[in-house]
């Protein structure tokens, strides 16, 4: 039995009051939904959870149309309508076709009381779904005239079948959520078309930085050859340090990236904040001889630990004079980094240059990524640090004045007063090994810069690129009796077993050997805490030759490292 809609509102005066009441709750959530939510998942979930509190029924589902192919599909169904995923994968339905084919095509709703008497009830769903349909009401979706989907509502509660006031409570219902439903689907398709474009521009600005970088790079290794070939050492004194720079700069670059676009719980450890900025002061020496810039470090007031993560708050102090660096002039260049502890065991870090300053219009956007106000700047340092900060708990700010110059403060958590360091037992620039150190990593560009690294300080370097050969290596060389200086292992090797895997297996028969585990994945919890996994120590990449070696005097002939876990 099929019945009409009807455009006129009289059958209002047969309504009883429990059903006058029930319309005007089914209006208040079709207004929630078309005022609140413009996610269009959570609207298709939504809409099913509401039409089937409006219609009092046992399930329901919605079919969208594809206009291209001309059928309805499944996109959602909630109830005991069984698995969603086999109706939208094995049910479309041409327009015509099944009841809400019928409603879809007449552009009406369609109430049977009792499908088992109407030819049009296409039963395929109830077969994948083992349900049994009863009665059902379909609702065509309709905005501006143009069919977005149908709206079932299947098996009134108690046994009855879908009333008239149920099709019209249904039919208004369906006006606001098709309303609704295509606003989402313009918000969605919007928001996809500025993503598209926010990456376009990413893209551009990122080719245009790394290409920048790799002209000067290539321009380098050209004149390196040419000193080599030739003989010239002045090619050669004037080279090699741009070629430095370029790989400083694009280390810096792919480090930031990976530090704004993955969210990290920061690796916090009490630590010297006063050696961080030490180090990254160190590091920045190499733009300073460019630029001719004075540079001014006052950590005498800094009395705190602060609990961080050093390489990140390295990372994030290195920006911040980079980025000072780039604004100061290149005669008369000042900069000033100072760090202090507060009441409330607080650490404040103050970054403050002499450069053009940054105008109020636009100074809400330096932490904007990509935002540079340099020609061909990356945009990645500022948003950098601003991550980084947030995610240790503190907030950075900007005070600048245009023509005088620019501070940037940062706010960090403290904890324990500063002790004085312990002497230091091993002197890393004079650590001169022996021995041989196994090293496996995948790559071999990799296994050949590491292994050169290692025979500069007297090692002898046998690379393997998988887990099995490492591992079989290894074992052969500690039943011989051969005892191994120490391991490097890569943490992931891509279709195959990694460090994880292969320091189980060494562990197994040695607690002695010092190992190492190496990966740029700096926030896996491995590199985090590498003894609770069997290792000596982490080494994160990209790393240079004093880094490795810092590492192996500190633990060749260390205690062994904690159990295995």
């Not at 329901?60 to 069984?82: K, N």
């Not at 050492?233 to 990976?258: A, G, Y």
């Not at 006063?274 to 590091?283: G, H, P």
Request: hydrophobic share 40%; glycine share 8%; net charge negative.
């Amino acid at each position: 039995m099929t019945s009409p809609t009807h455009d006129k509102a009289s059958w209002l005066a047969d309504a009883a009051p429990d059903e006058l009441r029930r319309i005007v709750v089914a209006l208040y959530r079709a207004h929630r939904l078309v005022s609140a939510i413009t996610d269009l998942d959570v609207l298709l979930e939504r809409i099913l959870e509401e039409s089937k509190q409006v219609a009092q029924a046992e399930a329901c589902s919605l079919l969208l149309y594809d206009p291209d192919s001309e059928e309805l599909y499944f996109q959602v169904a909630l109830g005991e309508s069984g698995d969603l995923q086999t109706l939208k994968r094995e049910i479309r339905l041409k327009v015509g076709q099944g009841i809400a084919g019928a409603a879809a095509a007449a552009r009406e709703c369609v109430n049977v009381i009792d499908v088992g008497q109407d030819s049009r009830f296409y039963d395929f769903a109830d077969q994948r779904s083992n349900f049994r349909t009863r009665n059902l009401l379909a609702v065509p979706l309709i905005d501006r005239d143009e069919l977005v989907g149908v709206l079932e509502v299947v098996n009134k509660v108690g046994g009855a079948h879908f009333t008239g006031v149920d099709l019209h409570v249904m039919e208004m219902f369906s006006a606001l959520t098709a309303s609704a439903l295509a606003n989402a689907r313009l918000i969605e398709k919007n928001l996809r078309a500025e993503r598209l474009a926010a990456l376009g521009q990413a893209v551009a600005g990122m080719s245009h930085h790394t290409k920048n970088i790799l002209a000067g790079m290539t321009g380098s290794v050209d004149l390196i050859d040419q000193g080599l070939s030739q003989g010239n050492q002045e090619f050669l004194h004037q080279s090699w340090p741009v070629f430095k720079r370029c790989t400083e700069r694009i280390s810096n670059f792919v480090e930031d990236m990976l530090a704004y676009s993955k969210p990290r719980v920061p690796m916090r450890r009490p630590c010297d904040l006063n050696s961080v900025i030490q180090d990254a002061c160190e590091t920045f020496q190499g733009l300073l001889v460019v630029k001719k810039v004075g540079l001014t470090v006052d950590t005498s007031r800094l009395n705190r630990r602060p609990s961080l993560d050093e390489r990140a708050i390295y990372r994030c102090v290195l920006n911040l004079l980079t980025n000072a660096a780039d604004a100061v002039p290149r005669e008369g260049g000042r900069i000033r980094i100072s760090a202090y502890s507060a009441s409330g065991n607080v650490v404040w870090l103050e970054v403050a240059d002499n450069g053009s300053g940054v105008p109020e219009a636009i100074r809400e956007s330096v932490f904007d990524p990509f935002f540079s106000t340099r020609p061909g700047g990356p945009g990645m340092g500022l948003p950098t640090c601003f991550s980084i900060i947030s995610q240790h708990d503190g907030y950075i700010e900007a005070d600048s004045e245009p023509g005088v110059g620019s501070i940037f403060t940062i706010y960090l958590p403290a904890s324990a007063e500063i002790k004085p360091a312990a002497a230091q037992t091993v002197s890393f620039s004079d650590h001169i090994g022996n021995g041989t150190i196994l090293v496996m990593d995948d790559e071999e560009i990799l296994r050949e810069t590491i292994g050169m690294m290692l025979q500069t300080l007297g090692y002898s370097v046998v690379c393997h690129e998988n887990a099995e050969s490492a591992v079989r290596y290894f074992l052969d060389e500690t039943l011989a009796g051969r005892k191994l200086a120490a391991v490097l292992l890569d943490l992931t090797i891509p279709g195959g077993p990694g460090g994880r895997e292969v320091i189980r297996e060494i562990r197994n028969v040695c607690q002695k050997t010092p190992v190492f585990v190496v990966s740029g994945y700096a926030d896996d919890p491995v590199m985090a805490n590498p003894q609770q996994f069997g290792f000596n120590a982490s080494l994160c990449k990209p790393f240079k030759r004093v880094d490795l070696e810092k590492t192996l005097a500190a633990h060749i002939g260390a205690p062994p490292a904690a159990e295995s876990v």
